[in-house]
């Protein structure tokens, strides 16, 4: 099961796309989902790690905001990686929001179709959500 959220920046869930099956990409979630005509049209921009390269283009306003990858040949100026160490820092509280849900032995296990799981996922995430706020 593969599924895309949105999180605030201290990594409070805000919402759930629609879960897809697990073979799935993050581009071609997020374009079924449309998340940049969404966050477009709330003014909002988001980061997201290097799976979501490409999606956005706009090099004059970026909705998306991703790292940058070195290669053999091609080494990262230290612009690049004090650059990728600020988006590190930015997404940290929203990687540890998701660590401890997947970790859940139902969610590898699910058999049901998408719009199920979506469901379920909204459920668990609001229950997981409820339970911090009342523990912090």
Same mark, same amino acid.
């Given at each position: 099961m593969h599924f895309l959220?949105? %999180?605030?920046?201290? =990594?409070c869930l805000i919402r759930i796309f629609a879960? +897809?099956?697990g073979r799935t990409h993050d581009n071609t979630a997020a374009r079924h989902d449309r998340i940049l005509a969404h966050? +477009? /049209? /709330? =003014? @909002?921009?988001?980061l997201a790690d290097l799976g979501f390269r490409g999606l956005d283009n706009d090099i004059l306003d970026p909705v998306i905001v991703t790292g940058y990858t070195a290669s053999r040949i091609h080494k990262l %100026?230290?612009?690049?990686?004090? /650059?990728?160490r #600020? @988006?590190? #820092? =930015?997404?940290a509280p929203v990687e540890h929001s998701f660590t401890h849900p997947k970790n859940w032995r139902i969610l590898t296990e699910l058999r049901t179709?998408? /719009? +199920?799981? %979506?469901r379920l996922l909204r459920a668990l995430f609001v229950l997981t959500d409820l339970e #911090?706020? +009342?523990t912090d």
């Open positions: 959220a949105a %999180t605030g920046e201290k =990594g879960a +897809r099956p966050l +477009r /049209a /709330a =003014g @909002l921009g988001a %100026t230290e612009g690049q990686q004090d /650059a990728d #600020v @988006l590190s #820092v =930015g997404r179709g998408p /719009a +199920r799981d %979506t #911090v706020n +009342r």
